[in-house]
């Protein structure tokens, strides 16, 4: 029988392995979230601006819930589309 603080080492480092993969696990959740919030936050904007843009060209004035309403949701549309395809890559990664 081994004795006690050996027992606690080695449960310890079991313990402490998981504790690390959770938190690795929570690290990489972390960041594939930033980049879906960027990604919608950047697609929409970019968008709507366009949108603005021509709108302008064509002799209308700016309309802020016009802008909102186009940012809005291109940005969701295209947070989905980033989610889609970072969880596909990782797909591709894990059979690599």
Not at 15 to 42: C, D, P, R, V
Not at 56 to 61: I, L, V
Request: aromatic fraction near 14%; glycine fraction near 10%.
């Amino acid at each position: 029988m081994k004795p006690n603080c050996v027992r606690n080492l080695a449960s310890y480092g079991i313990a402490h392995s998981m504790e690390i993969e959770n938190i690795t696990k929570k690290i990489i959740m972390k960041s594939q979230t930033k980049a879906i919030i960027k990604g919608g936050l950047f697609g929409g904007i970019v968008y709507a601006l366009g949108m603005a843009g021509f709108d302008f060209s064509d002799g209308e004035s700016f309309n802020v819930w016009k802008f909102i309403f186009n940012s809005s949701f291109f940005g969701i549309f295209m947070g989905f589309m980033t989610r889609y395809n970072l969880k596909k890559q990782a797909e591709k990664e894990k059979t690599e």
